[in-house]
Nanobody
Framework: QVQLVESGGGLVQAGGSLRLSCAAS????????MGWFRQAPGKQRELVAI???????NYPDPVKGRFTISRDNAKNTVYLQMNSLKPEDTAVYYC??????????????WGRGTLVTVSS
């Protein structure tokens, strides 16, 4: 099995910054795309950022220019640097990864989430 554990969430004032981390562990042979999603109260989960195994990135318009996703393949870890935070960025942030495990199986794995609260 593969587990994802997020960290780095918390309370920050508008205009501030936070850096989220997500570490993958378990019977991992390789990891493909990794991403960050968020879900605000009463809203659907939405994509925040995605990074491929070749380090290509993509962001939706609401976070483009403010958020940066990166990864450390040696540590099986993905990061999300969030700058110029706004109250509307308040949400639970989830990490996601496409993992190939030893034995050839494929898993799409989710973390349990970390809460980001941006005060005005």
């Amino acid at each position: 099995q593969v587990q994802l554990v997020e960290s780095g969430g918390g309370l920050v004032q508008a205009g501030g910054s936070l850096r989220l981390s997500c570490a993958a562990s378990g019977s991992i042979f390789s990891i493909g795309a990794m991403g960050w999603f968020r879900q605000a109260p009463g809203k659907q989960r939405e994509l925040v950022a995605i990074i491929t195994s070749g380090n290509s990135t993509n962001y939706p318009d609401p976070v483009k220019g403010r958020f940066t996703i990166s990864r450390d393949n040696a540590k099986n870890t993905v990061y999300l640097q969030m700058n110029s935070l706004k109250p509307e960025d308040t949400a639970v942030y989830y990490c996601n990864a496409d993992a190939i495990i030893y034995g050839g199986g494929y898993l799409k794995v989710w973390g349990r989430g970390t809460l980001v609260t941006v005060s005005s």
